[in-house]
């Protein structure tokens, strides 16, 4: 028997590696794909009357948000065979627009950005897919949850050392980076093709992970619509928020000074932080616990980015210090409802579905918050401090998803306790009546 455990340990630690390495591999380089651009300020160019970044920003987001939208379709019906040709299809097209925005005439070549945007928005659902429904998936997970604050970090910086350093036109820095990344992570879609199947103790621990038509979405939403929808709105104000901050950084915090690694130095700790925080959740057998868990972790997250963005003036903290407490903060929310809390509410309630919905469905929900808000300070030609937009922007939604959240938990705890009693019920009703079969 000691002999048998011990070989489930090493199986289950290799699986981890294995799968856990490639999924933060894989999104970490679709980040490369991706943000790169972030790190360039564009100053002085327009679209069309426009600021450029805010411009750049805004239509290759527009992309993504379609993307997402077409998404809650695809990933949620997405077969496990067609998954790889998907990945594949998805970063070469991410490249080719990349090569397109270094190529076209300003300012038209951002439309090259909105292919790009497009091309890349459901790889986050694609490469979930491959580890979700396993008994380790709460640390498969995190290791990819992480990869987002990570390459963001790592994003900025290789895009300011390539423009700074190696005098990298802004406009084909984002496709050299492209580039080196595209063919690394073909090779970690290939290796998340080949892990294996979930186990039966991953079915019987994390319930089986099934596709979902149409009808099956909308009578999965209708059920949990009260819990789901408090989720979503919170989703909303933390991924607007998060866009603004990754997009805007350079324009947030002043760099003059400071390394082009500072991002990615600030954004290691956190990763490391936030991974280890995560990973302690797979001790928590018991689904709900996990799930109250993870809640009053969020809940921590929220207040935290409240009380430090509402007394940012006399708490006088340094940029760096700053920044470190503000990342910490939104990435612990808002990485729990991209990692591991849908996976947990899915076996907790043995829902028939997969994570690759719910997580496209905030997703598309949250990116329509950013692509309105750009839209509207470029349309109303709002002229603002960035750093006091964002200041102001933390507050609040730290405030509202704190009650948001603190709701839907209660909720949760309720319609899981209420289940439990119906269950009870049953199998005493059962009991009853084959005592009385036998008593016959």
């Known amino acids: 028997m000691k002999q048998i455990n011990k070989t489930k340990h090493v199986s289950d630690l290799l699986l981890i590696l294995w799968a856990g390495g490639a999924a933060l591999l894989s999104y970490s380089l679709v980040y490369a794909l991706r943000k790169p651009y972030t ?74 950005m909105f292919v790009n945007g497009l091309s890349l928005g459901c790889m986050w659902g694609v490469i979930f897919s491959f580890i979700e429904g396993r008994k380790v998936t709460d640390i498969l997970a995190s290791l990819l949850g992480v990869s987002m604050v990570f390459s963001s970090g790592f994003a900025k910086s290789f895009g300011l050392f390539a423009m700074n350093d190696l005098h990298i036109d802004q406009f084909w ?60 709105i919170g989703n909303f104000m933390l991924l607007v928020l998060r866009d603004i901050k990754e997009d805007f950084l350079v324009n947030i915090l002043d760099m003059s000074g400071q390394s082009s690694w500072m991002f990615a130095r600030v954004d290691t700790v956190v990763t490391l932080v936030i991974l280890g925080i995560f990973a302690l959740f797979i001790f928590f057998r018991s689904n709900i616990k996990a799930i109250m868990g ?126 439990r009693r119906d269950r009870q019920k049953q199998e005493e009703a059962n009991v009853f009546m084959n005592l009385q079969y036998n008593t016959i």
Request: net charge positive; hydrophobic share 55%; proline share 3%.
């Open 294 to 419: 993870l809640m009053a972790l969020v809940l921590a997250g929220c207040l935290t980015l409240t009380y430090v963005s509402f007394n940012y003036a006399t708490l006088d903290l340094q940029p760096v210090t700053w920044l470190f407490i503000i990342s910490l903060s939104l990435y612990i929310a808002y990485l729990t409802f991209q990692t591991i809390f849908f996976d947990r509410f899915i076996a907790c309630f043995r829902i028939k579905g997969n994570v690759g919905f719910f997580i496209a469905l905030i997703d598309f929900i949250g990116y329509i918050g950013t692509v309105t808000l750009l839209f509207t300070k470029e349309s109303l030609d709002i002229k603002t401090d960035w750093f006091a937009l964002f200041n102001h922007m933390a507050c609040f939604v730290g405030a509202a998803c704190t009650v948001l959240f603190s709701v839907a938990a209660v909720l949760i705890y309720k319609r899981y306790m209420h289940g």
């Open 173 to 232: 820095m984002p496709a050299v980076i492209g580039g080196c990344a595209l063919p690394v992570l073909v090779f970690m879609g290939y290796m998340l093709k080949r892990l294996p199947r979930p186990t039966a103790e991953d079915i019987a621990l994390r319930n089986e992970r099934v596709t979902l038509d149409g009808k099956g979405r909308k009578a999965l939403f209708i059920k949990y619509a009260p819990i789901l929808t408090l989720l979503f």
């Open 39 to 112: 790190a360039a300020a564009f100053e002085g160019l327009e679209f069309f009357g426009s600021d450029y970044k805010v411009a750049v920003t805004t239509i290759q987001i527009l992309g993504y948000v379609i993307s997402k939208f077409f998404g809650i379709k695809i990933i949620s019906e997405l077969k496990r065979e067609n998954r790889f040709r998907f990945f594949v299809a998805s970063a070469v097209l991410a490249e080719v627009a990349l090569v397109g925005f270094g190529m076209l005439p300003m300012p038209y070549n951002v439309i090259a």
